[in-house]
């Protein structure tokens, strides 16, 4: 079963614009990690953060993390062509070692 | 450094048939993971090696499938025999160690389709 689930399932942007993407989760965790995954190919981690981060950066990308609403977003600032992508995140379920990725959102990016 | 490798990257079979994947990991690193992929969906682990050691595979449908990790490298997930609801990408996955505060990188998976 996925723990976490992509809000919204698809996006579509138009370049130079951000994108946000909101990730929900059930349990608690240790971490939090978004993945991108390019048509036909596997998935790329882009970004981790911890239980005790509110917020991370990495290049364009800016994640939030809210353990309280079990909640994280990811932030693209001046989408190109190139991030269109589906987007996952995964959770490792506290106490154990298993990830759990989310139904992923669905980003196309108009140039 | 070489990603992870898997092949084939297609296979088509008819129901009923066996079919086998196989997975080369990053060198070096002691975790490997088998997920399946349904269309439209995130990945769903099947089961995860700590070197050799099966140490989850409590997702794994062991009626018909199976996996091995003998030397605690490279991997083959096997179906046996394979139903139509088969039908899917299975990823394989390595890390440096069992903690989850490392990245996974996958590899580009095998699409499977069962007829």
């Known amino acids: 079963s996925q723990q976490g689930e992509e809000d919204p399932q698809a996006l579509s942007i138009q370049e130079g614009e951000n994108a946000t993407m909101n990730c929900s989760y059930k349990?608690?965790?240790?971490?939090l990690q978004w993945y991108r995954q390019n048509s036909g190919r596997g998935l790329v981690h882009l970004i981790l953060?911890?239980?005790?981060?509110r917020e991370k950066h990495s290049g364009r990308l800016r994640v939030t993390l809210d353990t309280s609403k079990k909640s994280s977003s990811l932030l693209i600032t001046a989408s190109r062509a190139a991030d269109t992508a589906s987007y996952f995140c995964?959770?490792?379920?506290?106490?154990?070692?298993?990830?759990?990725f989310g139904t992923g959102t669905r980003l196309k990016v108009l140039a | 450094e070489a990603g992870v490798v898997q092949s084939p990257r297609y296979k088509i079979i008819e129901k009923k048939q066996p079919v086998a994947f196989w997975c080369n990991p990053i060198s070096g690193h002691n975790t490997l993971y088998w997920y399946r992929q349904n269309l439209g969906q995130g990945p769903e682990l099947l089961i995860r090696y700590e070197n050799e050691e099966a140490v989850d595979d409590s997702q794994l449908p062991k009626d018909r499938f199976s996996a091995e990790r003998l030397k605690g490298v490279d991997s083959t997930l096997k179906i046996q025999p394979a139903e139509l609801g088969d039908s899917a990408v299975y990823l394989c996955a390595s890390s440096r160690s069992g903690t989850t505060y490392n990245e996974q990188f996958f590899g580009p998976g095998t699409r499977l389709t069962v007829l």
């Open positions: 995964a959770t490792d379920v506290e106490g154990t070692y298993k990830y759990i």
């Open positions: 349990t608690s965790i240790n971490n």
């Open positions: 953060i911890r239980s005790n981060e």
